[in-house]
């Protein structure tokens, strides 16, 4: 398996935050909008998000250790999110496509904007799971995902088809990305080898990182 450098996965993280942000503009202009119900009951009360796997629930739904959505019911824990609306505290989009809350303090900001913040700690290891500093009240910790259903269909064109954004693991995310597209980029180069005194076309797979075999 070829190494990737550095600077290519950090690279492919920018385009995803790009993803994302290009995402957010969508739902903004196309006035998408997300249900805020509770996974368990269906009630519109205050929000706690499952920390094992982004869904939400009431305050009575998050009392439990399983998340209450069906099908999912994973041993987790539960996080109050402290919301008026959803809007990203600090690109100030009203509706973003994705919502990250930190585990800490609850607060929430769009999925572009933790992973710019994750791009700017430049960590030379690449690592997402090094917490961040929350930009709102200044604590430390480390942001997960929502999990939202849209009121309505979604716009396709332009939104990435994900469920959740990367926090967390934006960087193992772009090197899954990276590496995909370098084994799909790897060209078959034949070349002449002598086999029992006659001759035959061997393909050798080769990866080509930029170049053209």
Do not use: W
Not at 21 to 35: G, M, P, Q, Y
Not at 157 to 165: E, F, I, N
């Amino acid at each position: 398996i070829p190494m990737l450098p550095r600077e290519r996965i950090r690279d492919e993280a920018a385009l995803l935050v790009d993803e994302l942000r290009s995402a957010n503009d969508i739902c903004e202009d196309n006035s998408v909008r997300f249900s805020r119900t509770c996974r368990g009951c269906g009630s519109m009360s205050a929000r706690y998000a499952s920390v094992a796997c982004g869904h939400a629930a009431c305050r009575e739904c998050a009392d439990g250790i399983e998340c209450p959505e069906a099908g999912c019911s994973k041993a987790t824990t539960f996080v109050n999110v402290i919301e008026t609306d959803r809007q990203c505290g600090i690109c100030i989009v009203d509706n973003p496509r994705f919502l990250d809350v930190f585990r800490a303090c609850g607060h929430s900001i769009c999925g572009a904007c933790c992973g710019q913040m994750l791009l700017n700690r430049r960590d030379p290891a690449n690592r997402s799971s090094i917490p961040l500093v929350c930009p709102l009240c200044r604590t430390v910790s480390t942001p997960f995902s929502l999990v939202e259903e849209a009121e309505g269909d979604l716009p396709h064109a332009g939104l990435p088809s994900l469920r959740r954004a990367f926090a967390g693991e934006l960087y193992e995310e772009a090197r899954r990305r990276a590496m995909r597209k370098l084994i799909e980029g790897r060209k078959v180069r034949y070349e002449k080898v002598d086999y029992y005194g006659g001759s035959m076309q061997a393909p050798m797979r080769l990866f080509a990182y930029g170049k053209n075999y």
